[in-house]
């Protein structure tokens, strides 16, 4: 796994050093016990390297009083076991020649599961998603009738609304899923085809559909409404939109059971290989 961390350090008489500290707790003889490591973070040169200086630079203009940087904490490194926790916090030292003073940041805590146990929590969190989806596409539907059927401006505004709503919905399983897909990429969970099909085959079209065909139905919506006389010259394209709308959502919600039964096949070939070779090593 890895951990990416975003550090900011201010001060007013400039930082002589920046660190990200990484406490590790392990179980010895039953007693927990800590490890402290330290990774000093480069200070940003007038280049800008090593990360992005918000203040000054450094050299002619004096002593770096601003610096913010990114950094991703690989834990390979500490040979952690599930059961056991990581903390990590930014440190930082000023440049204050009389008592120079290291300011901390708080504590950010991660407790160590299995990949199985990681996995199974992702799966669920994107099975809720998918859920939600699910329920955007019935609203959609409903919206097919509603437009074949809409003779008044009172019947548009309710058409309006749920479009709102659905489309609101489309997007945020779009960011969440594409958050859980970041989580599986830094965790190494899964294999490469699945995150890449989770990508290409169903976060990118959620995405395609709010910016493009929603997009699209809205400005029509908006037109009617704005003027309720073209409203009959307009609604054919509106539901031309809508049902276009409703087959691409139905082909994304198929799309997304199929990367999950083809999750589950990857997790069960995989458990037969581990056990394939717990039996050769007995």
Known sequence: ASIPLALRATDDFGLTAVAIEVEQTVHKNEKPETKLHARPVVLPTAGGAGGTPAGNTGGSAGPLTDMEAESLVALKEYALTPGTSLSVRGTAQDNNTEASQVGQSRWLSF????PEELFYEVLMA???Q???FRLALEM???QVTALQTLVDAEQLAGIVRKHQVAARQALQVSVRLDASLREMTLNEL????ARELLATGIIGPIRDLHNEQMSQLRTLLDQMTADPKRMAELSPAALSSQQDIVQKMTTILNRMSQWESFVDVLNQV???IQLQNQVLEF
Do not use: F, N, Y
């Open 111 to 114: 407790q160590v599961v299995t």
């Open 130 to 132: 998918r859920e939600k």
């Open 190 to 193: 899964g294999s490469t085809q």
């Open 140 to 142: 959609e539907k409903t």
């Open 270 to 272: 995989r458990q037969i």
């Open 126 to 128: 994107q099975r809720a």
